[in-house]
């Protein structure tokens, strides 16, 4: 699917537009389930907008794991509902963009003192591939531990009993997030990133559009809508006071963190679902050049602007991975880039983070606003469903118009469409060949397309432009301009973190084609010196503070 127009160069259009249309519905919120809901709305037939105080994803949704997955520890709690539907869900967003959600092996060793024995792994995993419906060549395999060893040599020998070994998915939430909102274009939509919501409209006492600043230049303007929906994550409840509506459930904030690590530090062979003495369970899961571990779950209760892992965080889990890894010996200085993000979570008395539902929950105000929280990355597409269905009910309610049902589970996302998963390695194929000589590898392939899909194809059209003679220098280039010409990129912090996941995947890049790239949005923005010199500022201080150690 070809990307609609959605650069900077539209953004006083785009306001424009915004301030001179009426809608059917505003979606607060940039995220993947705000994402979801403009898209849901969109294609339903509504005139929906979407406003972000930030960038698109720049909360929750590029700070998760990362994975589409089912939720296997939910288990444990007996949330069957929860498995069954996020479990089912990973292979609909896998054939709505198999670029962007691909097939991941789980590795779950069994360890003697471990969380999961054998017979409940067993029966566990069993269960899982039932209520999620996995397909048979993807159904769970116990292994022995000379079978889990031969998978895994890294695992540790003296206590390992065995393995289960079954089928997830990986994903780059960020981009899953963008992509949606880029598809929701293709409809009767629009959006809009750094425009945060100051107040409410209100005409006899229910909630008709927003006051809004937009961040670029400061200016005010209201927006108009006959509905509203809040899906802010861990912002819902800030939403709601300003509503004067936050009444009865509230959120339980708790903080993830990851860690990423030059892959020769950390060379599993795949992905590993391992648990650790206090109970919790690790994922360490192999991307490229570099390999990451996560995540911590604790309560937070700071600043949700300014989130990021601290030594303490970052102790537990290289103490985590040296457990289950005993030839590996990690250190602070070994971490090479890292990222925290809030879950926004239902408070329940008595819970701890770990204990808490991952279930999402509707609020309805007495002025009308409808505002959802909780939830996975992975459910997103049904939180979005539930969301819609609540503002197609009260349309029909209101003026009698016949609101379509949800069809999003068939709406390829931009980057497609694919037929299924082996024309994304087919097309992987056809672009090594065409920059073998060029020096890409099949690693620098995989990156590009498990991010652009075949939006590629624009990519390497700016790519052959360019003379310069560092095909690399010349390829982040040209992403630099596909993403300020397609995905509303405003600064280089953008591109660095969520259009390309580069801040933590490759921080290396992000220092060694700064320059370049400030140069590039100097010309593109006709940005000040002086402007310039700030990004290069704030971007170095972000390297050091994602590195935790400054090495």
């Not at 505003?26 to 960038?55: C, F, H, N, P, Q």
């Amino acid at each position: 699917m070809k990307a609609k127009s959605f650069s900077n160069l539209d953004r006083d259009k785009i306001v424009s537009t915004i301030q001179n249309t009426t809608f059917d519905l505003i979606v607060i919120g940039g995220g993947i389930t705000g994402a979801g809901i403009l898209l849901d709305a969109a294609s339903r037939g509504l005139k929906t907008a979407l406003v972000e105080k930030d960038d698109f994803a720049s909360g929750t949704s590029s700070k998760s794991t990362k994975l589409i997955h089912g939720g296997l520890r939910y288990l444990k709690q007996f949330d069957f509902w929860l498995v069954r539907e996020v479990g089912t869900e990973r292979a609909v967003v896998h054939n709505l963009a198999p670029h962007l959600v691909i097939p991941e092996k789980m590795l779950l060793p069994l360890v003697e003192k471990g969380s999961y024995g054998k017979w409940l792994t067993s029966i566990g995993l069993k269960v899982y591939d039932i209520l999620a419906q996995v397909e048979d060549d993807d159904q769970r395999k116990m292994l022995d531990k000379k079978e889990a060893l031969a998978l895994e040599p890294l695992l540790p020998k003296k206590i390992l009993k065995g393995a289960g070994y079954y089928a997830e998915y990986r994903t780059d939430d960020a981009r899953l997030t963008l992509e949606n909102i880029k598809t929701a274009l293709q409809y009767n939509s629009t959006a809009i990133n750094y425009t945060k919501v100051d107040d409410f409209l209100y005409e006899d006492k229910l909630v008709k559009g927003v006051c809004v600043t937009d961040a670029i230049n400061g200016k005010k303007y209201n927006i108009r809508s006959k509905y509203v929906i809040n899906a802010t994550g861990p912002w819902v409840d800030d939403i709601r006071l300003m509503n004067n509506s936050k009444k009865g459930d509230s959120l339980h904030l708790t903080k993830g963190i990851h860690l990423v690590f030059p892959y020769e530090k950390l060379p599993v062979k795949q992905s590993i679902y391992f648990d650790v003495p206090d109970g919790r369970m690790i994922f360490a899961i192999p991307r490229g050049k570099i390999t990451y571990v996560g995540t911590t779950d604790t309560n937070y209760t700071e600043d949700k602007n300014e989130v990021f892992p601290d030594i303490a965080d970052a102790l537990y889990l290289i103490e985590a991975v040296n457990h289950m890894f005993p030839e590996i010996n990690l250190t602070l200085n070994d971490i090479e880039s890292s990222w925290a993000g809030l879950r926004p979570l239902i408070h329940e008395d008595g819970k701890s983070p770990s204990e808490l539902s991952r279930k999402d929950e509707i609020f309805v105000s007495s002025t009308g606003l409808v505002s959802i929280a909780g939830g996975k990355l992975t459910g997103y597409r049904k939180m979005a469903e539930r969301a819609v269905d609540k503002i197609a009910k009260r349309i029909e309610e209101d003026s009698k118009q016949k609101i379509k049902k949800c069809t999003t589970d068939s709406i390829s996302l931009c980057g497609g469409p694919w037929k299924n998963y082996t024309e994304v390695t087919q097309y992987k194929k056809i672009l090594e060949k065409q920059l073998a000589s060029d020096g890409f590898t099949k690693s620098d392939i995989n990156y590009l397309v498990s991010i652009y899909g075949k939006q590629c194809g624009e990519i390497l059209e700016y790519y052959r432009t360019f003379s310069d003679n560092d095909p690399w220098l010349k390829m982040i280039k040209a992403e630099f301009i596909f993403t300020a010409k397609h995905e509303l990129l405003q600064n280089p912090l953008d591109f660095f973190i969520r259009r390309t996941g580069r801040l933590y995947f490759n921080i290396e890049s992000v220092k060694t084609y700064l320059p370049v790239i400030l140069e590039e949005y100097q010309q593109l923005f006709n940005a000040t010196d002086e402007t310039i010199n700030n990004y290069r500022i704030e971007i170095n201080n972000l390297i050091k503070k994602h590195s935790i150690v400054s090495n």
